[in-house]
């Protein structure tokens, strides 16, 4: 799973919880959903991507497109945006096996 997000919030996001604190609580919420299994999360900030040429273009998709960020990808999947839902990203994660406890 990969969170794309920046430091500065989305302009229409302004009362929602930024990028990496949404990283941060997804990472929380899904550890306590499916303990014992197995999952990477990784947060990219869309104004400085890894050197990673599938992170970097995605990243400045989600610059030119103005999608509303954080921007969660699952499986290369969008499963959030903006204001991510655990109910659809936990739905995404069962149709990969995940099994909640």
């Known amino acids: ?5 920046a430091e500065q919030l989305c302009p229409s996001c302004v009362n929602l919880p930024s990028s990496k604190e949404t990283y941060e ?9 499916y303990p014992d299994q197995p999952f990477k999360i990784t947060y990219v900030d869309i104004h400085n ?6 992170k970097k273009e995605f990243a400045q998709r989600v610059i030119e ?11 290369n999947e969008v499963v959030g945006e903006g204001n991510p839902k655990l109910k659809t990203i936990y739905n995404e994660m069962e149709k990969y096996g995940y099994k909640p406890e």
Do not use: N
Request: hydrophobic content about 45%; cysteine-free.
């Open 1 to 5: 799973m990969t969170v794309y997000g």
């Open 25 to 33: 609580w997804l990472q929380a919420a899904i550890s306590r959903k």
């Open 49 to 54: 991507p890894p050197d990673d040429a599938e």
């Open 65 to 75: 497109e103005d999608m509303f960020y954080p921007v969660v990808l699952l499986e």
